[in-house]
């Protein structure tokens, strides 16, 4: 079974914005799914919807086997998200903040403090439990906010450009915890990033969108086939992106 | 429980700046001390006007600091943990409860600061420890319903400054035009018709009958509570539907 199906999925704005127009993508379980495309592709209003916090214009969203429009509370319980953003509360202390978390997700006590304390120990957090979040450094802010998406053992986790506006070092720390997440977790990973090494070196599949719809799906391996079809010999995925995207825009 | 879980970040928040509690009490405040001295005298019969102008200023108490609490909903947007609780699968209720306990909490504690003072300015509760314990219940219940009203303006309203205004716009004369200040009959005409539809005046008179009289008046008193049940059970639903419908779009 897929972890997620879209199918034709549009989204228009009240201001007649068209985010997403006829979208189509499988995401299958357990794998890194990294879906690519420049600032205004429709990549957030896509997270946005398939996390629930948006309803779509018209098309098929099956999340787990189940219509997100129908059983919207139950997919609730299988998902979280790491937003753009930085989403913890800096009046909280760490276990605070991640207690929080557990008890939106209706975990027992026990279940909250064991989840907890591994999260704390995998995300290598042990010197900040009890320290008000607002003295936390960037990075330390964003293993937390991972940490905290994982409080209720989610079956997908999704990350919306978790390091766009990172330096090359917490980058790279980023990417051990999508790989660990993955792996050690056995999570389905929807990403959505514009940097492609990125992409490139995180995932199974990457799907290449612009202007609100997929232009295609592949893994990084086969994507590449499509420019050495051309002109370049040890194509990047760069060049493929900027190959794809330049052949629809003209 | 969940609705506690909200509760417990939002109050966690409140008395880590207690500069908003300082802040909605500093008007109410100064009526309660200035004006009251400025105004003994003017008053019906024995009563000191310090007495007379308490439950108006609880009432201000709860619009201001109640009114204004739907701030909060645009920093938590802001900060992200709006989505974070919107996706979760939390109800939307527990969601809007959370926020209305929170606000509950706030005025409750400027309502008994107010209250104190009132007290070392010579003012006694006439109905007792029992009038005391009816007053908190009808204070609880107005709470209720202006600090659900604030949360769904807050839903609706895109803008933080354009909220700020609107509930500006909405205090004073809803304040001004109850009994507040004086009784209806010492209105003038239409200002007459404008307090009798204005709810807080029903809560208002019960307060005075609890804090001034020796016996409950039953009867304004089951009115009072019985408006402001009945409002804040509409306003809830509002609330929550709004909840819901913004963050569907």
């Not at chain 2, 809007?96 to 504690?109: E, S």
């Not at chain 2, 009958?209 to 008193?221: A, K």
Request: net charge neutral; glycine share 6%.
């Amino acid at each position: 079974m897929e972890a997620i199906k879209v199918e034709k999925l549009s989204k228009a704005y009240k201001n007649n914005t068209q985010a997403l127009n006829e979208l189509s993508l499988n995401v299958k379980r357990g794998e890194v799914f990294t879906l690519l495309g420049s600032n205004g592709a429709g990549k957030s209003t896509l997270i946005n919807i398939l996390t629930t916090f948006l309803r779509p214009t018209s098309g098929k969203v099956t999340i787990l086997g189940k219509d997100i429009s129908k059983n919207t509370k139950e997919i609730r319980r299988e998902i979280s998200c790491v937003a753009q953003k930085i989403s913890i509360d800096s009046h909280l202390t760490l276990r605070e903040n991640m207690l929080f978390q557990g008890r939106l997700y209706k975990m027992d006590h026990s279940s909250m403090e064991e989840r907890m304390e591994t999260l704390i120990s995998s995300f290598g957090l042990e010197d900040y439990t009890n320290e008000r979040v607002s003295t936390y450094s960037g990075g330390i802010k964003r293993r937390l906010d991972i940490a905290m998406s994982l409080m209720s053992s989610p079956k997908i986790l999704f990350l919306d450009e978790p390091t766009v506006g990172m330096d090359i070092e917490s980058r790279r720390a980023m990417w051990d915890i999508v790989r660990q997440v993955s792996r050690e977790m056995n999570t389905t990973v929807f990403l959505t990033t514009h940097y492609l090494e990125e992409a490139d070196i995180l995932s199974d599949t990457i799907c290449i969108m612009q202007d609100g719809h997929e232009i295609v799906q592949d893994t990084p391996q086969n994507l590449k086939q499509y420019t050495t079809k051309q002109v370049i010999k040890q194509p990047t995925l760069d060049d493929v992106f900027l190959a794809l995207t330049h052949e629809r825009r003209s | 429980m969940e609705a506690l879980n909200i509760f417990e970040r939002n109050v966690k928040w409140r008395f880590q700046n207690p500069v908003t509690l300082v802040m909605t009490l500093v008007q109410p405040l100064i009526w309660l001390v200035i004006f009251s001295t400025l105004f003994t005298g003017s008053s019906n019969g024995d009563v000191g006007y310090t007495a007379f102008i308490l439950p108006g200023i609880l009432v201000m108490t709860v619009l201001s600091g109640a009114g204004i609490s739907g701030i909060a909903t645009y920093s938590n947007k802001e900060n992200g943990s709006f989505y974070r609780m919107i996706i979760s699968p939390i109800k939307r209720g527990s969601i809007v409860l959370g926020h209305i306990f929170d606000a509950a909490v706030l005025c409750l504690i400027e309502s008994t600061v107010l209250s104190i003072i009132a007290f070392l300015m010579s003012v006694r509760i006439g109905t007792g420890i029992f009038g005391l314990l009816l007053a908190v219940l009808l204070l609880f219940v107005v709470i209720f319903f202006v600090a659900g009203i604030s949360y769904a303006m807050s839903m609706v309203i895109p803008d933080e400054n354009a909220f700020i205004a609107m509930i500006n716009t909405l205090t004073l004369p809803l304040f001004f035009l109850s009994t507040a200040l004086l009784t209806k009959d010492q209105a003038p005409g239409i200002f007459k018709v404008l307090i009798s539809i204005n709810p807080f005046t029903y809560a208002i008179d019960s307060f005075r009958n609890l804090i001034i009289d020796n016996s409950v008046n039953w009867m304004q008193y089951g009115i009072a509570i019985g408006l402001f049940t009945a409002l804040s059970f509409v306003v809830f639903t509002i609330a929550k539907k709004t909840l819901h419908f913004n963050t569907r779009l």
